[in-house]
Structure formats: C-alpha cells, structure tokens
C-alpha cells in the first residue's frame, strides 16, 4: 500500500515538511484542530449624549408688541409671566437651535408654563 504524504507546516521557524499521513502505529501524524471562529466582540458602549442645552424664550406682549423677556431660561419667563394679568395677554416662543428659529408655543404648552407660575 503506498504512502501518502502531507505538508507538515506546524514546525517553529520559517521551514515545513513533509510527513506521511499516518505513523507507522496508526495514529495521524498531524491531530487537525477544529476550527477556531472567534466570537463577535461584544459593542462598544456608545459614547454619552452631550446634554440639551437650556431652553430658552421670549415674552412678547399681544396688544402693543412689546417684548418683555428674550433669550431667557424657563425660570426667567415665568418669573415675567408672574407679571401678566391673563394667560391671552402674551405670546411665548421657545428657541429651536437645530431651526434656528423662535417657535411660538401652543395653547397648551403655554398653560402648563403658566400653572408654574404659582409653584
């Protein structure tokens, strides 16, 4: 029965050679190792939001368009609405940085800034 021959590249250093697939006893000349698949890494942690920056307002009075608060934080405009007699007297917009622009607020949003007004 002839011999067959494999490339034995298991040897240290820079050379390979070449031995029969099995010993003389039997046993493989060379045990394959199984297939070694690494795992997937787990995912980076992604890095912390920057924190939103403090919204801010402007106070314009309806009737005579006088501006009573611009560019201020939500303390500082109801500290102005705490002034105001009726919630119909002033328009209250909020800054939208990412627009650039001033949003005037909804009815509703302008209430729930009015009921601080107490506390």
Excluded: C, N
Excluded at 4 to 16: F, R, S, V
């Amino acid at each position: 029965m002839a011999k067959t021959w494999i490339l034995d590249t298991e040897t240290k250093g820079t050379g390979a050679r070449v031995v029969p697939l099995e010993r003389r006893d039997g046993e493989p000349a060379r045990k394959r190792d199984e297939l070694y698949v690494p795992r997937k890494r787990a995912p980076r942690p992604e890095p912390p939001a920057a924190p939103k920056p403090a919204r801010r307002f402007k106070v314009v009075e309806v009737v005579s368009g006088r501006v009573l608060a611009e560019d201020v934080e939500t303390r500082g405009a109801v500290e102005v609405l705490s002034d105001v007699r009726s919630i119909v007297d002033v328009h209250v917009s909020v800054w939208q940085p990412e627009r650039e622009r001033w949003r005037m607020l909804g009815l509703d949003e302008l209430r729930a800034l009015w009921d601080f007004r107490s506390a």
